[in-house]
Structure formats: structure tokens, C-alpha cells
């Protein structure tokens, strides 16, 4: 059984900052993108940054040169790391992966639990 485990949200002053981790475990052939998703009270899910297995990165304009995102494709494994937080950044941060299982080996999407990020003003 594939799962997404995300860590790392919390609470912290506009202008600081924070990392978020995601790990796919389970019987895994192979991840074609990972990325973060957001969605904050009242509004949908939004796309925050992707990268695939080659390393190409996506980000939101909102959060362009701001947050950066990482991959490390032997452990299954991506952070972002979140500078100069704004609380318009506040919302749950959903951890997204397309990947084939071992099992089945049919391309689906993946999401983790979420995780809160909260940026006070």
C-alpha cells in the first residue's frame, strides 16, 4: 500500500520560515512527479510547486523566488522549503505524488494527509 507521509507545518511570524518533507513508502516501480499543493479555508486547491524525476521545478507566481522545492528521487523523498512567509501563505499543505505501484503498475495520483501551515501577521 502506497502512502505519503508530510511533516514539518506549524506556526510561524510573517517574514519567517519553514520546511516541509514528503516521503512516498510502499511498493513503489516508479514516481513521475512530486510536488505541494495548498488549499486554504473557503478556496480550492491551488498548485504550489512541482518537480519531476529529471529535477524540472513548477512553481505558483505567488510563491515564485520565495519557496523552493527538492527531490530526492533514491529515498522516494521531497521537501520545500518556504522563505519570507506571508500569512496569505496560511492553508493545509497537501503533499502530491503521480507514481506506479509494483503491484499494479497503473499510473495514479497520490495524496498525502495534509499538513497546517499558519503564518501570523
Known amino acids: 500500500q502506497v502512502q505519503l507521509v508530510e511533516s514539518g507545518g506549524g506556526l510561524v511570524q510573517a517574514g519567517g520560515s519553514l520546511r516541509l518533507s514528503c516521503t512516498a513508502s510502499g511498493s513503489i516501480f516508479s514516481i513521475n512527479v512530486m510536488g505541494w499543493y495548498r488549499q486554504a479555508p473557503g478556496k480550492r486547491r491551488e498548485l504550489v510547486a512541482s518537480i519531476t524525476s529529471a529535477g524540472i521545478t513548477n512553481y505558483a507566481d505567488s510563491v515564485k523566488g520565495r519557496f523552493a522545492i527538492n527531490r530526492e528521487n533514491a529515498k522516494n523523498t521531497i521537501s520545500l522549503q518556504m522563505n519570507s512567509l506571508k500569512p496569505e501563505d496560511t492553508a493545509v499543505y497537501y503533499c502530491?505524488?503521480?507514481?506506479?505501484?509494483?503491484?499494479?503498475?497503473?499510473?495514479?495520483?497520490?495524496w498525502g494527509q495534509g499538513t497546517q501551515v499558519t503564518v501570523s501577521s
Open positions: 502530491n505524488a503521480a507514481l506506479r505501484p509494483s503491484t499494479s503498475m497503473v499510473l495514479n495520483t497520490y
